[in-house]
């Protein structure tokens, strides 16, 4: 426990301050967008944040969603952070959710259809306003609540990381290196009020249990196991990194091939000579993350069975979490979704492709692809899915964006362009597109996936590609980041467009 009982508001301040430089957390004039509940934890990081702005340039804002589970407390808590921010004069964006029903839809817990619903929220706010981080509020104490519960269920190596500093979609954590009584002694010093949700008292939930039951009687062992745990997570963390690089190093030099049908496949002799069950288990994870986005996750029963179905002379397959299957096929273990199975064995899926406009290219009998100008309308039929797409270059001063409408950096997109051609075009195999400030680009599939897109739609979402086919924006969902519009752009490609269903 820490003894000391003052200067919480330096102490905390210099922890994130760190904590943000060695895990190179956000740039020197980032925007951040901090999640920010009305609790202890989520109100000390926003102040923190506003505290340091000014030394690193920070544009801060605030998001907060009503879960609508508690009532008039929860609408207490949104009216409390509403009246924090004008205090602070940070913007904030509310907005509120029927969890309980969300999580009735979904077959979901309250608990895991709150989280998607905020993290839909904080990723829809970042996009349309052009942030660069989400902060939120975990702690040293949720870290090591989250290696205790892992612990408690058996998980693997990598389940040891625990929370990242950093997530790759630009997630940041900046109060990982501090305590909850650093926290709480930092809002005593700041006269900051905060609110305290009563869920957190029911030991009904694991968590809660881990932190009133089990961590209080294991610190009378080891009164600094908050501090063992956390140090244990970076450690393994650090040995987990290190495995999973060299994994997906060899499944690049394996190099699966995309079959015809879209699904992927692992050689069965190849995953036969790795003599280490820990490389094979990541070789599999990564190709069914392949297939089914990154965010997809195998427990340790289904990594043994398809462990065991590759040794063995068995045929058939292997049903997984989703609808992914795992099948062997000559040589090959294949992984495919249901869905894609029937819908490949069924020709009249890929019936022909209806286009209203006279000069399109036809890129094969299932997809689209059209030569397209500025003002100009097009409209463009797939299946039972239809468009009405205008594209139109309009001076950025003269600029009236109605609802819906993409807004495009034209100078950006011209410029790179041998006479102007422009594409608009349906998804192929190994699409990318642009969704980080610093290049880096994700699958157009994963994408999709994290949006919950259903999969009968991806097809026909029509894409807007130049003539080297970059994907310039998915429209009508996101535009590839180095085409957005800046404060620099001239002139702006407006892309108004109107979906229809047969």
């Not at 706010?125 to 519960?149: F, Y």
């Not at 090959?332 to 819908?343: D, Q, V």
Request: proline share 2%; hydrophobic share 35%.
């Amino acid at each position: 426990m820490n003894n000391n009982t003052s200067g919480y508001i330096e102490r905390v301040t210099k922890k994130v301050q760190n904590t943000l430089e060695q895990n190179c957390m956000a740039e020197t004039g980032n925007s951040i967008l901090v999640a920010v509940s009305g609790g202890a934890d989520s109100v000390c990081l926003l102040h923190v944040l506003d505290r340091i702005k000014k030394q690193y340039k920070f544009n801060i804002s605030a998001a907060h969603l009503n879960h609508a589970i508690r009532g008039d407390e929860a609408d207490s808590d949104e009216a409390y952070v509403i009246t924090l921010c004008d205090k602070l004069k940070i913007k904030c964006y509310t907005e509120k959710a029927n969890v309980p029903e969300l999580a009735k839809m979904s077959g979901m817990t309250e608990e895991e259809a709150g989280r998607q619903a905020r993290y839909e929220f904080f990723n829809r706010i970042s996009a349309e306003n052009n942030i660069d981080c989400i902060a939120t509020a975990h702690n040293k104490n949720d870290q090591a609540e989250t290696i205790l519960m892992r612990i408690i269920r058996g998980s693997g190596l990598s389940g040891f990381r625990g929370i990242k500093y950093k997530r790759e979609d630009g997630v940041i954590r900046p109060l990982l290196d501090v305590l909850r009584e650093e926290i709480e002694g930092y809002c005593r010093e700041a006269n900051l009020e905060y609110r305290t949700d009563m869920t957190n008292d029911d030991d009904n939930y694991t968590r809660n249990k881990i932190r009133h039951q089990i961590i209080p009687f294991v610190e009378k062992i080891n009164p600094s196991v908050i501090d063992a745990l956390s140090n244990l997570s970076k450690t393994l963390g650090e040995d987990a990194d290190f495995i999973d690089d060299y994994a997906k190093r060899l499944y690049e030099r394996i190099n699966p091939p995309l079959f015809k049908g879209g699904y992927k496949a692992l050689d069965i002799e190849s995953l036969k000579l790795i003599d280490n069950r820990s490389i094979v288990s990541r070789l599999i994870i990564l190709c069914a993350r392949d297939v089914m986005g990154s965010d997809y996750s195998l427990e340790k029963k289904h990594i043994d069975n398809i462990y065991a179905f590759i040794s063995s002379d068995n045929t058939g397959s292997i049903d997984l979490p989703k609808g992914l299957i795992v099948q062997k096929r000559y040589d090959w273990l294949e992984f495919k979704i249901r869905s894609e199975i029937s819908r490949n064995q069924n020709e009249e899926y890929s019936n022909a492709v209806n286009f209203s406009e006279k000069d399109l290219n036809l890129y094969n009998n299932k997809d689209f692809c059209i030569e397209v100008q500025p003002n100009k309308l097009y409209n463009i039929k797939y299946a039972e899915y239809g468009y009405k797409i205008s594209l139109d270059v309009v001076p950025k001063e003269k600029l009236k964006l109605k609802d819906g409408d993409m807004a495009l950096d034209w100078d950006m997109i011209s410029e790179g362009i041998d006479a102007k051609k422009l594409i608009i075009r349906n998804r192929r195999d190994g699409d990318r597109i642009t969704v980080y400030k610093n290049g880096m680009s994700r699958k157009l599939k994963n994408l999709f996936i994290d949006l919950k897109i259903r999969r009968e739609e991806r097809n026909s979402i029509p894409l807007l590609c130049d003539n080297v086919d970059n994907i310039l924006a998915v429209i009508g969902i996101r535009a590839g980041e180095e085409y957005k519009m800046t404060k620099a752009t001239d002139n702006v490609l407006v892309i108004h467009y109107e979906k229809f269903e047969d």
